[in-house]
């Protein structure tokens, strides 16, 4: 007996966000949990894209760099310079 076919609008679609969709959700990722499909769509685009991987990376840095910084304080050279080389090196 052969398997019926899918109704073709049961058929699982593989879609890949293009990167100005992907480095949204990554963003806004930092702020609120991301919905089930969101998640998925961004997984399946980090899997093939190496920039946004690199972008996610760099914003992990950034987020643990201003952890430990006060929300009054302001940066001194020093510490800007950090952060550049750290986004650099990512």
Same mark, same amino acid.
């Given at each position: 007996?052969?398997?019926?076919? *899918?109704?073709?609008? +049961?058929?699982?679609?593989?879609?890949?966000?293009?990167?100005? &969709?992907? %480095?949204?959700?990554?963003?806004?990722?930092?702020?609120?949990?991301?919905?089930?499909?969101?998640?998925?769509? *961004?997984?399946?685009? +980090?899997?093939?894209?190496?920039?946004?991987?690199?972008?996610? &990376?760099? %914003?992990?840095?950034?987020?643990?760099e201003?952890?430990?910084?006060?929300?009054?304080?302001?940066?001194?050279?020093d510490?800007?310079?950090?952060?550049?080389?750290?986004?650099?090196s990512?």
């Amino acid at each position: 007996m052969r398997r019926k076919e *899918l109704a073709p609008r +049961l058929r699982p679609t593989l879609k890949i966000i293009p990167c100005t &969709e992907a %480095t949204f959700l990554i963003s806004k990722r930092q702020d609120t949990m991301l919905n089930t499909h969101e998640a998925w769509d *961004l997984i399946v685009h +980090l899997f093939v894209c190496k920039f946004c991987r690199r972008f996610l &990376e760099q %914003t992990r840095r950034l987020v643990r760099e201003f952890g430990r910084i006060q929300a009054n304080e302001s940066l001194s050279s020093d510490e800007k310079r950090k952060i550049q080389e750290i986004l650099n090196s990512a």
